[in-house]
Each structure stands twice: as structure tokens, then as C-alpha cells.
């Protein structure tokens, strides 16, 4: 498994030091686009409306766009200057909760950390110590230059870091459009939802849920290729450049001129006249 960070956990005087493998892969079907004419791969470029060319990476700089078409240009030195010292890689944990206590809504993303040399022991004392307790782990931890809120926690036998959103990031329920207040329900209509939820209700089993529209998907493209309808991307048409249109100028040019060019003219021949006899 990729090796994604290296760092410690720190909580108290312990520091553990761990290894970050990204514990959830996309499965999605990437579909490209192409051009329904001739077939070719649809070129996404970064172009500029105003000098109407495509600009290079290098020449690109970030901006805060603070209203319509005003921004705050931000060189990479001024970020730099207010990200906080990324000493170690630490996870520093903060507190200690009960997991039943965070809402799932704020829940992003799994990371399955790993034990690096020499920290094989604290990790089981981590997580011998989260399991017998009952409790997570509330950090902070900086991912891409970016300041995150995380729990700790023990994900089989294996201590996960997962990334939660700040509160701020969590917008508020009342600004939901159209959700109406307490809704009176007749007994009979409440008590059948009950019971169909009582039949429904079983263990959690992960395994039996399928992407059922991913499955399809495979099978469709397989179905399409073993039934040859493929198609081929086509090269672009290469563009002859400024030195081979001159050539070709030149050339038109200098054939132009042969066949302009006035012919010069023959001597004209004397002709000796016969003398009368």
C-alpha cells in the first residue's frame, strides 16, 4: 500500500511514529469526451480572454476573487509566510471523545496509519488504550498545506485518522429551502412505517451492497469491444510552421517570377541583299 505521509501522533509526552495509506479508493468509470465529428479526445486549455492565448503554468498566479472582477492577488511567498510550521508532521490530538458524539455529517475522508520504525510499541499502546476506553482521538494535522480537524480512531485493528470538517464548513439546516416544521401523522400510517421499518432492519454488512451502475458500466464496454465498436483517436493534423510556409512562398515566388520573366529578345538576322547583274 502507497505511502502517502510520514509523521507522528502526539498525545501527552507519546509520540508515535506512523506512516498515512489512503484507506478508500474512487471506483468510478472515468468517460472521456470526444468530438462527435471526427472522434478525437476533447483538449481542455488554460486560455486567456484578454491577450486571446494559451497560458503556461508559470505565468499563472492565485487570486481571491473578493467581489464580481476584483481580486487580492496572492503570490506563493504570502502563503507560505502564514502556514504554521509543519515540525515532524505531527497529529497532535487535542481531546478525547466518544465517537457517538460527532454527527456523521462531518465526516470527509479515511486514512489507515501504520506503525514507522521504532513506533511499533506506542502504536499498541495507542490503540490498546482507545479500545479499552471507548474513546476517539480529536487532532489537528496539516494535509497539503492545509490546516485539518481529524479524530483518531480504531478501524478493525487498525488505528485511522479521519478527517472531519470544521464547523464552519458545515452549512446550517435552517438555510434548507422548503423543510417543513412538525408534520401531524395519523397513528396507523406512523405505526405501519414502524413495522416496515422492524422487517427491514438487520445487521450492517458492507459486503452485500454493490455498485449496481458501475457493474453495468464494465459490462457494457466489454460488451462494445468484444463487438468491435471502438473507435481510434485521431493525431492532430500537424501544422505546417512559419519556416516551411516561407519555404513555400519562396518557392511559389520564384516559379512566379521564371514564368513573368520576359524572354530576351534574338538578334535580328541581316540579310544580304543580291546584287543586280
Known sequence: MHTMWKGTISFGLVNIPVKMHAATENKNIPLRQLHKECESPIQYKKTCPVCEREVEQDEIVKAYEYVKNKFVILEEDDLKAIQKEQTDKAVEIIDFVKLEEIDPIYFDKSYYLSPNEGGVKAYGLLRSALRETGKIGVAKMMIRSKERLAVIRIYENTIVVETIHFPDEVRQVRDVPNVPEEVETGKKELDTAKL??????????????????????????????????????????????NVTDLMEVLQASLEKAKKDKPKPRQPKRRTTKKKAK
Open 196 to 241: 416496515l421499518i422492524d422487517q427491514l432492519t438487520t445487521t450492517f454488512d458492507p459486503k452485500k451492497y454493490e455498485d449496481e451502475y458501475r457493474t453495468e458500466l464494465i459490462k457494457l464496454i466489454e460488451e462494445k469491444k468484444g463487438n468491435a465498436e471502438v473507435v481510434t483517436g485521431k493525431d492532430k493534423a500537424k501544422k505546417p510552421d
